[in-house]
């Protein structure tokens, strides 16, 4: 039987488009044999990997209020605590140990100490999705050790070489495309900033593509660009309806690839 991993992106409230794709995928009831993610990706991971269904991830979200949610508390680097919201996550999966997941999941973050991609795939599940979410400018750094921790999305956006040897066919979930800034109006340092780094990730991406075969893998890349890393909560169900309807596209492709 094929094993087959599912890789879920980084890309800020994007990343609710993921929810939408699980939805489609959950209609085909299999099973994958590891899970991987990064940043958002990391989150909505390990929910699924929990055992929750798509459509419960999507009421988590969408009736949740996790604005509401964010005791923030800032410093110099950016939001260093938001307790109140792990508290969520950490029940909503039932544990916060990587042992107790139903699926073997893996989530990557960047090590700004010793600029090396970490995965964490054991321990504490919060702890590894904190320092995967850890958007430079947006969350600070997570400290471990003495030794800091960002966003995987910095280093690999798309996960799926973390994931074990054995796993040889992947679903790939890419819910953060590069927006061209043709005939923008209103250009400023922040876009030119923003549209530099993302060139630079998808041309890490696109690489590490290169190294499967055609036939191994399916990319399914939600029609995102659109939207900013952080949207309004009013904004969630479109987002996510745009998730549903890039995986719905390629349901027969999924389903002969996992057959």
Not at 15 to 41: E, R, T, W
Not at 137 to 159: A, M, Q, R, T
Not at 219 to 238: A, G, M
Request: net charge positive.
């Amino acid at each position: 039987m094929k094993k087959v991993g599912l890789v879920l992106s980084g890309g800020g409230v994007r990343g609710i488009a993921h929810i939408g794709v699980l939805k489609v995928l959950d209609q085909l009831n299999y099973k994958f044999s590891a899970i991987s993610g990064c940043s958002i990706g990391a989150l909505i991971g390990a929910f699924y990997s929990a055992g929750r269904t798509g459509a419960e991830i999507e009421k988590f979200f969408l009736t949740g209020n996790l604005y509401r949610n964010f005791e923030l508390s800032f410093n110099t680097l950016g939001i260093k605590n938001i307790k109140k919201l792990e508290k969520m996550f950490v029940d909503f999966m039932g544990t916060d140990d990587f042992k107790d997941l139903q699926t073997p999941l893996y989530i990557n973050s960047t090590n700004v100490s010793t600029g090396k991609e970490v995965v964490f795939s054991r321990g504490s599940i919060i702890k590894a999705i904190r320092a995967s979410i850890a958007v430079p400018g947006v969350f600070s750094p997570l400290n471990i050790k003495n030794e800091y921790y960002i966003d995987g999305g910095v280093i690999n956006e798309l996960p799926f070489s973390i994931l074990p040897d054995e796993i040889k066919h992947y679903i790939l979930v890419d819910v953060s495309p590069f927006k061209i800034l043709k005939n923008e109006k209103n250009i400023n340092l922040v876009k030119i900033l923003q549209a530099s780094i993302k060139i630079m990730q998808k041309q890490i991406v696109a690489e590490k593509i290169k190294s499967l075969k055609k036939d191994k893998y399916i990319l399914i890349v939600p029609s995102t660009s659109n939207y900013r890393l952080l949207e309004n909560e009013k904004k969630f169900r479109e987002i996510l309806r745009l998730g549903e309807k890039g995986a719905g596209n390629k349901k027969n492709m999924i389903k002969n690839l996992i057959k």
